[in-house]
């Protein structure tokens, strides 16, 4: 798989996001009336999903039916599995990612939330629209940006407005640029996203561009086979316990990732 450099932000080549002051970012990063108002009604949308399970149920089924997915995970599992995705694999990797680039952790979420707070409060995307997924999709450079990929085909344009809203960006047309630009964390991103979201819409196995920090990891790399894809990690998801207790015990016990349930030793 193909790593994706951080070689010229360190170069000088560095985006607003490593030259501009603290409230210069969160500035660009809350934007105007209007647009603090989409992303209220946004994030609205997406913490009714939390309340109405009909329309998760919806949403699985057609991962499902469109063969992204394998089977459907409990909504314990799910609960646990998501857990387990933030602690285990997308918080480590980007505190790793973030000390290399010398950005704040912390500081870096909390612009992540001004621009989009619906991004920041469903980690597995299933509540999410289908411009917060893109929305995220554009503002973070991914460790593997495949399972945001397969998780935006459950909407029948999804992809085609992906790649058409990161022309946008590219082209700095897009109606959020500078609120984008504002987090985004490498010059070339978008560039890439664009390659390989083409790529995706010709051929859904090609490889995925890895981040450069899980790319040169193999304990990353590891965790990347698992919740790298959206069909993987739903794999992961339903292997975890499903009766209460047993997954409370998963939860307060299970304190690294557990290798025997991943998608590695699966395929050992």
């Known amino acids: 798989m193909m790593a994706m450099s951080t070689t010229e932000s360190r170069a000088g080549q560095r985006t607003q996001r490593h030259t501009r002051g603290p409230i210069e970012l969160v500035a660009s990063a809350l934007g105007g009336p209007a647009e603090v108002a989409g992303k209220v009604a946004r994030l609205a949308r997406l913490l009714a999903g939390y309340v109405l399970p009909g329309e998760l149920d919806a949403r699985l089924r057609r991962l499902r039916d469109l063969g992204i997915i394998d089977e459907i995970p409990t909504r314990i599992q799910l609960v646990v599995g998501a857990r387990d995705m933030l602690r ?9 990612y973030y000390a290399e680039q010398g950005i704040s952790f912390t500081f870096h979420q909390l612009l992540r939330f001004l621009d989009e707070p619906a991004s920041i409060a469903d980690p597995v995307g299933f509540f999410s629209t289908r411009d917060g997924i893109i929305g995220h999709l554009l503002q973070v450079v991914h460790a593997n940006p495949s399972y945001d990929l397969e998780l935006l085909s459950m909407f029948e344009d999804g992809l085609a407005e992906l790649e058409s809203q990161t022309e946008q960006m590219i082209a700095g047309a897009h109606p959020r640029a500078a609120q984008i630009g504002a987090i985004v964390e490498e010059p070339d991103y978008h560039a890439r996203l664009l ?10 196995t090609a490889p995925a561009p890895l981040r450069s920090n899980v790319a040169a990891s193999a304990h990353f790399q590891v965790l ?16 975890l316990p499903a009766a209460p207790l047993a997954a409370a015990r998963h939860l307060v016990f299970v304190t690294s990732f557990p290798e025997h349930l991943g998608e590695a030793a699966q395929r050992g």
Request: hydrophobic share 35%.
């Open 88 to 96: 285990f694999w997308i918080v480590p990797a980007a505190e790793e």
């Open 195 to 204: 390659e390989y979201t083409r790529r995706f819409r010709a051929d859904r």
């Open 224 to 239: 990347e086979k698992t919740f790298g894809s959206l069909r993987t990690a739903m794999r992961y998801f339903c292997r």
